[in-house]
């Protein structure tokens, strides 16, 4: 088609390259904008310098293109083929012999540009991002532990510690909560973490230790026994819980988004030879190469939804994308779910969503030819 119809697909590139770039950039700012309140706390709360507080959100961009791309994907081949239908524009391409088929070129290469960006981002720039940002983060925390703590929130910046704290009240903590899983990371037998909860506390910071001094709660241990697992509970007034930081920022253990698709394979492996659950390295090597492949999808899609006449007459081209985007992210978070609990593979489970979209678009631009 570039040869024959220069001037149409000059065109339709053109078009869907001005909405991808619109789109990407309104994404952009909107997720810039929420996170304008948390980047004011740092800054005016807890003293943090602006170069540092721009940098961690620089970390923090390709994570948030994994999903901008795909979806500026759909938007903009949903709005330019919307437009020529409405606009009578298709009517005129057909008349002139040109079929959908013949735009399949130009979607194609648009397809394997996303594709391939997305790929990028998932594969190189979000391990790269995530791990700057955790490291940053735990210096951070290591400084000022304060910045870490949100009421009202499960925390897990502190490696091995999951905290909770219910309300913060003039520096003092109140209704918190702390899973220590040290222990049971380090595989010491039988340990399956401790639990402490508390009415109330502070945290002090003291050499490189992080200490939280409790009053008037439980803590409960829970061990692995021949007669089954059994658990502790000890009642107390006053408790002093230490955390002792890491000296070097590589003996924090990654998270699985972290790695390299190469380093995830070579992760799997291992866990098998060792008998352990790989299930997380399995889904996080998955969806570093399926969400690319639902951007190349989305092309497509987008370009057969705004074809179809009755797409026009009833939606309007952001609330028919939105909703085409959450149910795929639905079906993703339902599917990556059945994954972690084995109820599917996890090598099968992160594919459903493109099996499901590619049947859809199939069918739509089966629709659209026969049309």
């Not at 721009?54 to 979806?71: N, Q």
């Not at 008037?216 to 107390?236: D, F, P, R, S």
């Amino acid at each position: 088609m570039f040869t024959q119809y220069r001037l149409i697909s000059w065109y339709l590139v053109r078009e869907i390259a001005t909405y991808f770039i619109l789109s990407s950039g309104i994404f952009t700012f909107l997720f810039l904008m929420g996170k304008i309140f948390d980047l004011t706390r740092l800054i005016i709360v807890h003293h943090i310098n602006l170069g540092v507080v721009l940098k961690l959100l620089f970390y923090t961009l390709p994570y948030f293109f994994s999903y901008i791309i795909p979806i500026s994907a759909l938007l903009s081949t949903l709005f330019t083929f919307m437009r020529l239908t409405q606009d009578k524009e298709y009517i005129a391409l057909k008349a002139a012999g040109i079929s959908p088929k013949s735009l399949s070129p130009i979607l194609f290469f648009f397809a394997c540009f996303c594709f391939f960006s997305t790929l990028l981002v998932t594969t190189l720039a979000i391990p790269w991002g995530s791990g700057a940002a955790r490291d940053l983060i735990f210096s951070l925390v290591h400084q000022k532990t304060e910045i870490s703590i949100k009421q009202g929130i499960f925390n897990d910046t502190i490696p091995g510690l999951i905290f909770y704290v219910d309300k913060i009240d003039n520096g003092k903590l109140k209704g918190i909560f702390i899973y220590d899983e040290r222990e049971a990371r380090q595989k010491i037998p039988l340990h399956q973490g401790q639990v402490t909860i508390a009415n109330s506390g502070q945290i002090f910071h003291q050499e490189g230790k992080l200490i939280f001094n409790l009053h008037n709660g439980y803590i409960c241990q829970t061990e692995k026994t021949k007669k089954g697992i059994e658990n502790h509970l000890v009642a107390y007034k006053n408790y002093t819980f230490v955390f002792t930081f890491p000296s070097h920022l590589d003996k924090r253990e990654k998270n699985p988004k972290e790695y390299l698709p190469w380093q995830l394979w070579q992760k799997i492996k291992i866990c098998k030879k060792e008998n352990k659950d790989p299930t997380p390295f399995i889904l996080s090597f998955h969806r570093k190469i399926s969400i690319p492949v639902g951007a190349f999808i989305f092309v497509f899609l987008g370009a057969a939804l705004g074809l179809k006449e009755e797409t026009s007459r009833h939606f309007g081209g952001i609330t028919l994308s939105l909703i085409c985007f959450i149910i795929y992210q639905a079906i993703f978070f339902a599917a990556k779910s059945l994954g972690e609990t084995h109820a599917i593979s996890p090598h099968l489970s992160l594919w459903i969503p493109n099996f499901i979209m590619a049947g859809i678009t199939g069918y739509l631009w089966h629709e659209v030819i026969n049309g």
